[in-house]
């Protein structure tokens, strides 16, 4: 399965992004990044975004038979990383996969270096 089309939510993002906010534009976002590789995203995924080349990059931390994923996603051209590192129960992959996007979103974000805006193409 190869990459599927970024959809930009233009319903949760016609504000745009609410500072310090996981929520709204925040949360649909890092969704929506999320699902371009529905469950294949391994070390070093290259997606492109409205032309910014993003690499998001997942593994598994298996330490003493417990699921533990860590994650990490970044847009080469903006200076923020965003990572997560989750384990046990519902946080499986993608939870922690979305997380790390999430993170690298709300850290843009405050640092001035990402609008929601420029993922809408």
């Not at 399965?1 to 649909?28: E, K, R």
């Not at 499986?92 to 997380?99: K, L, V």
Request: with cysteine.
């Amino acid at each position: 399965m190869g990459q599927l089309t970024f959809q930009y939510p233009s319903g949760d993002c016609a504000n745009g992004i609410v500072p310090n906010s996981a929520n709204g534009c925040v949360a649909s976002l890092a969704y929506s990044i999320r699902q371009m590789y529905p469950a294949i995203w391994s070390e070093n995924t290259r997606v492109r975004i409205c032309g910014y080349l993003c690499v998001g990059s997942l593994k598994n931390l298996d330490a003493t038979y417990k699921w533990i994923w860590a994650a990490t996603f970044q847009c080469v051209s903006k200076p923020n990383i965003g990572s997560a590192t989750l384990s046990g129960g519902s946080k499986g992959p993608d939870a922690t996969m979305e997380a790390a996007i999430t993170n690298w979103i709300v850290a843009s974000s405050l640092t001035g270096n990402f609008k929601a805006e420029e993922f809408k193409c």
